[in-house]
Nanobody, 115 residues
Framework: QVQLVESGGGLVQPGGSLRLSCAAS????????MSWYRQAPGKERELVAT????????NYADSVKGRFTISRDNAKNTVYLQMNSLKPEDTAVYYC????????WGKGTLVTVSS
């Protein structure tokens, strides 16, 4: 049974940091590209960051470039999203996704940036 379980969300003040984790099981994690998406209230889901199977290449949305860092640990079947200098517009539900010929999704974790 495929599972992606996100954790690490919560309430943080503007300028603060959070580290999201996504624990994977039920598939061969190291053979999947991993991505983080987010969906803010009333908006479409958007791609935030992607990391290749070995972690050798990453890509970011322009809105988070220089502030967010995606990483993975294939030994732990986990992908991370380090989020620094958070802004109110980063408020959203954050989802991890495992991408190959099919895409698996987690259920998301809520990040709220507010003073």
């Amino acid at each position: 049974q495929v599972q992606l379980v996100e954790s690490g969300g919560g309430l943080v003040q503007p300028g603060g940091s959070l580290r999201l984790s996504c624990a994977a099981s039920g598939f061969t994690f190291s053979t999947y590209t991993m991505s983080w998406y987010r969906q803010a209230p009333g908006k479409e889901r958007e791609l935030v960051a992607t990391i290749t199977r070995t972690g050798g290449s990453t890509n970011y949305a322009d809105s988070v470039k220089g502030r967010f860092t995606i990483s993975r640990d294939n030994a732990k079947n986990t992908v991370y999203l380090q989020m620094n200098s958070l802004k109110p517009e980063d408020t959203a539900v954050y989802y991890c996704a495992a991408v190959r010929s099919v895409t698996y999704w987690g259920k998301g974790t809520l990040v709220t940036v507010s003073s």
